[in-house]
T-cell receptor, first 112, second 116 residues
Framework: SQQGEEDPQALSIQEGENATMNCSYK?????LQWYRQNSGRGLVHLIL?????REKHSGRLRVTLDTSKKSSSLLITASRAADTASYFC????????????FGKGTKLTVNP | DAGVIQSPRHEVTEMGQEVTLRCKPI?????LFWYRQTMMRGLELLIY????????DSGMPEDRFSAKMPNASFSTLKIQPSEPRDSAVYFC??????????????FGNGTRLTVT
């Protein structure tokens, strides 16, 4: 089934460093989304990138999409302790349904 | 904007009991999703509605699970009878779908269900 898989499963860095998380998926998509989840809370949407886009920026976030490799990356620059959370990619299917399938996430820890 | 509101935040019940989870989507949103999150299986889509109509319930694990959306501002997910393996965090999310492109989902803070 269509599912994004994040890599690595866990990442621990120091404040100020950059964090890169990767997502791979299996079949063609219309768009790919990244979400953040703080402990005990719901997921929060970060950024959506369409299949005809290659790169997108939002503040300290940079997302790339390579449809030929069926992969995406999320870069957080100049990380802060408040960025500590789990990050998920989510993919749709080109069939046009609204179903979003989530990966199991990358747990990011930013140490002060 | 109050966001998606779920209740209760925590539910502890005994095996065999009926459990009802509630969700109020963001006003004006026309799509509503129920997800379940566990360590083992991650986030699983159970069912979603568009304009109050169930569109895809293929993720509902068993007949013990049912979901309703009687109006645009309220949805329930019911488990009857509940089993220990139903223990998970259940999330409701809503979105505004205006084109064929997917829209971002807005999640509630979830209901943590424990079935003993």
């Amino acid at each position: 089934s269509q599912q994004g898989e994040e890599d690595p499963q866990a990442l621990s860095i120091q404040e100020g460093e950059n964090a890169t998380m990767n997502c791979s998926y299996k079949t063609s998509i219309n768009n790919l989304q990244w979400y953040r989840q703080n402990s005990g809370r719901g997921l929060v949407h970060l950024i959506l990138i369409r299949s005809n886009e290659r790169e997108k920026h939002s503040g300290r976030l940079r997302v790339t999409l390579d449809t030929s490799k069926k992969s995406s990356s999320l870069l957080i620059t100049a990380s802060r302790a408040a960025d500590t959370a789990s990050y998920f990619c989510a993919t749709d299917d080109q069939g046009g349904s609204e179903k979003l399938v989530f990966g199991k996430g990358t747990k990011l820890t930013v140490n002060p | 904007d109050a966001g998606v509101i779920q209740s209760p935040r925590h539910e502890v019940t005994e095996m065999g009991q009926e459990v009802t989870l509630r969700c109020k989507p963001i006003s004006g949103h026309n799509s509503l999703f129920w997800y379940r999150q566990t360590m083992m299986r991650g986030l699983e889509l159970l069912i979603y509605f568009n304009n109050n109509v169930p569109i895809d319930d293929s993720g509902m694990p068993e007949d013990r699970f049912s979901a309703k959306m009687p109006n645009a501002s309220f949805s329930t997910l019911k488990i009857q009878p509940s089993e220990p393996r139903d223990s998970a965090v259940y999330f409701c999310a809503s979105s505004l779908k205006v084109t064929k492109w997917n829209s971002p989902l807005h999640f509630g803070n979830g209901t943590r269900l424990t079935v003993t």
